[in-house]
């Protein structure tokens, strides 16, 4: 089993009550992608031959390292062709995450998505000889114990206020459709917020400065898988601001596999708080 799948895995106490370790990867408190792909997991085993369509969160508390997360199942609605779960996560006796999930059985029908102009893959540049496994200026630290992630440079002529990424698991993963789902849910709580703030900063040096200056705490969280896909194959996560506003900011995300195919979709508004100076 790769780390990072390894590292979402519960312990099961008795029936719809599941327990989840954390992992201190450099954030002031529990990483929210942590816990939202755990609960997604604890969801998916108390569900039989469906898979997640839908997802949505929030984050009400601090997540503590030092004590297990316990999450609790109820299982809504076992219809003929749709599940519901809601999971709540606890520490110290109190919530501190909710979520909401569906889970479809596969149908056929329609088919559509807008396509977009695709970058250049980090396989295609490295053939290029653009990028090299020791290009730091492309790495993202927070993913990068577990994940191949470089940022997308933005194109000088193009004005996005966008964020995008190349992103992938440095391990293998199974073929079962439910692990790569948990992955796309760990790594969509990654950037989002950083997102919603860049049109308060054109170039790429002052979104660090201002970054640096803000707290950023996601509120809620929403998850849309589209089509089958693969988290440990290249994946393009694009962030896009929506809103700022009384201290909070909304992101949208969209993740594409190599061929420009749209995966799934994210919405995301958080804490974009200036932090006090004194």
């Known amino acids: 089993m790769s780390k990072i799948l390894e ?13 989840g370790r954390s992992r201190d990867i450099g954030t002031p408190q529990v990483y929210g992608g942590q816990v939202l792909g755990q609960a997604l997991e604890a969801a998916r085993r108390t569900v039989e031959d469906r898979e997640v369509h839908s997802v949505h969160a929030y984050f009400l508390r601090r997540g503590d390292f030092d004590i297990p997360i316990i999450y ?36 056929a029908g329609l088919d559509h998505y807008e396509s977009i102009t695709m ?38 002529e193009n004005k996005t206020t966008s964020l995008r990424w190349w992103v992938k698991t440095h391990d293998s993963l199974p073929n079962e459709q439910s692990a790569h789902n948990t992955i796309l849910a760990y790594i969509s709580d990654f950037g989002l917020l950083m997102a919603a703030v860049t049109p308060h900063a054109p170039s790429i040096e002052e979104r660090r400065a201002l970054w640096s200056k803000m707290l950023f705490a996601s509120i809620d969280h929403a998850i849309w ?47 974009t708080r200036l932090k006090k100076t004194s």
Request: charged content about 25%; proline content about 6%.
């Open 119 to 156: 970058p250049a893959t980090p396989d295609q540049l490295t053939e290029m000889g653009l990028l090299t496994p020791d290009s730091g200026r492309h790495a993202i630290s927070l993913l990068a114990s577990d994940f191949d992630a470089y940022r997308v440079e933005p194109d000088p």
């Open 7 to 19: 590292a979402l895995q519960l312990d099961q106490i008795e029936e719809d009550t599941f327990e």
């Open 72 to 107: 609790q199942v109820d299982r809504n609605r076992d219809g003929g062709s749709f599940t519901a779960r809601r999971v709540v996560a606890s520490q110290h006796g109190k919530p501190i995450f909710t979520l909401s999930a569906s889970f479809q059985k596969q149908e």
């Open 225 to 271: 898988f589209h089509r089958p896909f693969r988290a440990d194959e290249w994946l393009l996560y694009d962030c896009n601001p929506v809103s700022t506003s009384n201290s909070r900011g909304c992101a949208r995300g969209s993740f594409y596999d190599t061929r420009g195919v749209l995966v799934a979709t994210t919405f995301q508004e958080g804490l």
